[in-house]
């Protein structure tokens, strides 16, 4: 049999942190023939998004599409800013923030991490005594994940900013918004970001392959004094609509643009603020229902959030720990008895250790409601009462309280 076996018939439920669950409108959008790529409706279309993007990073400057998918986005941030040699400062919280840098050392960028380890944001004074005593200013940007998917840490992006601020440190702040943009509050010119990466299959909802870089007027400056940019990730031309929507640098991802149209149209209709008010009580629900099942004798044989400060917890993905080999016992079960798909545990332990088998992860971005939250719940309290998993009692009564007592602020 097959992973995805749904033997209970049903809608499957696909709970990882990317890519999220698709809306239908957004599926709907993309069924369709192909349109023409050098005239009429495409282009409207995709100009219309530069806008809409634009509201959704709070930025009032330029955005650059790229037919990628995050990594591309990475790639194309650093291609533009940063040349063989330069050195760069990376604050880490997670497997995503290291594999940014190794990207960056791989074109040839001088790195340097500070690692936090996997389950403490950034540690502010250190990075302002790291940026101290760079006198000469010979660190030309600081890389920054909003929120590591991979620890479910959410960083501080403003007060990377102050620290920059603080001491006048000229480095380009480079943000990755991948899992936050849509979910988490983030506004880009407001918190000073001077780049910020972004992809399609997450809070925007829409299929992997389309990706996204907003870059200020200071990160132009740093793209005219670059000797030379490879020509595909270049964003002169992929933020100029007269160049770009009619060429796209080679076909348009037609489709994809279609897509995005109308999870655009969702996220704004919806409001922003409500947008980010619907994920943050969604994950307080999800936090109450973990923390729940955790409140056993010894806690150690059971589930435990990695995340332990809720200030520091993303709203678009949790991560957890179940000792090994439960938490993918779980997963498994879930999948193949409920049609509940959860993601896998990742940079938490080695992929080859019997570690691996302890973590596990919850995606709850983009195309989520209340009821879907209770329904993945209530598949993780089945699952562990079927698999006889130590857990404490009551969760889903107290995932469901904190649902009740938040009144929706949308009918
Ligand atoms: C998903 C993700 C990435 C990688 O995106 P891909 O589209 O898989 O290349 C990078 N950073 C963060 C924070 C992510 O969540």
Sequence with gaps: MSATTNPSGGRPYLAIPGPSVIPDAVLQAMHRPSPNIYAGELLDLTASLVPDLKALAGTRHSV????????????????????????????????????????????????????????????????SDRLAADKSHEIK???????????????????????????????????DCIASLGCDRFEMDAWGVDVMVTASQKGLMTPAGISFVFFNDRAAAARARQPRVSRYWDWNERANPEVFYQYFGGTAPTHHLYGLRAALDLIHG??????????????????????????????????????????????????????????????????????????????????????????????????????????????????????????????????????????????
């Design 270 to 411: 919806e409001g922003l603020e409500t947008v980010w008010a619907r994920h943050a009580r969604l994950a307080q629900a999800v936090w109450a229902a973990c923390e729940a099942w955790g409140e056993i004798e010894d806690p150690q044989q059971g589930l435990r959030l990695n995340v332990a400060d809720r200030d520091l917890r993303s709203h678009a993905v949790t991560a957890l720990h179940l000792p090994s080999p439960m938490a993918s016992a779980l997963r498994a079960w879930l999948e193949e008895n409920l049609g509940l798909t959860l993601g896998i545990g990742l940079g938490l332990a080695p992929p080859d250790s019997p570690e691996w088998h302890g973590h596990f992860r919850l995606g709850h971005m983009g195309h989520v409601n209340g009821q879907m939250i209770m329904g993945l719940l209530g598949g993780i309290e089945t699952g562990l009462q079927a698999l006889k998993i130590p857990h404490g009692a009551g969760a889903l009564a107290t995932a469901a309280k904190v649902l009740a007592e938040q009144v929706p602020t949308q009918r």
């Design 64 to 127: 650059a599409i790229y037919i990628a998918n995050g990594h591309g986005a990475w790639e194309a941030a650093l291609s533009n800013t940063l040349q063989p040699g330069d050195r760069i400062l990376v604050p880490a919280s997670g497997r995503f923030a290291l594999g940014w840098a190794e990207m960056a050392e791989a074109l040839g960028v001088e790195i340097e991490i500070l690692d936090f380890g996997t389950a403490a944001a950034w540690d502010m004074a250190r990075i």
């Design 141 to 175: 940007a600081v890389l920054g994940v909003h929120v590591d998917t991979s620890s479910s840490i959410r960083n501080d992006v403003a007060g990377l900013r102050d620290v920059l601020d603080a001491l006048q440190h000229p480095a380009l702040l480079m943000a």
